[in-house]
C-alpha cells in the first residue's frame, strides 16, 4: 500500500491550498481516507476524512467551514481544499488509510497505513 501526499507550499493568511492524496489500487472496497497535521512541538491532530463506500465525511473543529475533502471520479485520488488559511495551520499534512471500516475517523490510532508528509506553512 503507497499514499503519495502533494500540494503543500508556502502561502499567505487568507489563501488556499489543495493537497492530493494519491494511493495505489487497494483490494479492499471498505476504506477511509483521513487527512492529519503535525505542528512542531505538537502532537498529530485529525484535520478531515472520508469513507469510500459512504462517502462520508468528518472534520475537525478547526477545520470545518474552511477546508473540503473529496476524492475523484477513479477514487485514487484524494483531496483536502484548504481556504482561508491562517498561520496556526502551519503544520506537516499526511494522509492515510483504514480498511475495513464503513466509516472514518479522525482518531490517528486507528490508521493502518500513512503517506510521507507535505509540508503547509501558512504567513502571516
Known amino acids: 500500500v503507497q499514499l503519495q501526499a502533494s500540494g503543500g507550499g508556502l502561502v499567505q493568511a487568507g489563501g488556499s491550498l489543495r493537497l492530493s492524496c494519491a494511493h495505489s489500487?487497494?483490494?479492499?472496497?471498505?476504506?477511509?481516507i483521513g487527512w492529519f497535521r503535525q505542528a512542531p512541538g505538537k502532537e498529530r491532530e485529525g484535520v478531515s476524512c472520508?469513507?469510500?463506500?459512504?462517502?462520508?465525511?468528518d472534520y475537525a473543529d478547526s477545520a470545518k467551514g474552511r477546508f473540503a475533502i473529496s476524492r475523484d471520479n477513479a477514487g485514487n485520488t484524494f483531496y483536502l481544499q484548504m481556504n482561508n488559511l491562517k498561520p496556526e495551520d502551519t503544520a506537516i499534512y499526511y494522509c492515510a488509510v483504514e480498511f475495513s471500516v464503513a466509516s472514518c475517523s479522525l482518531w490517528s490510532d486507528e490508521y493502518d497505513y500513512w503517506g510521507q508528509g507535505t509540508q503547509v506553512t501558512v504567513s502571516s
Open positions: 472520508i469513507s469510500s463506500s459512504s462517502g462520508s465525511t
Open positions: 489500487e487497494f483490494t479492499l472496497d471498505y476504506y477511509a
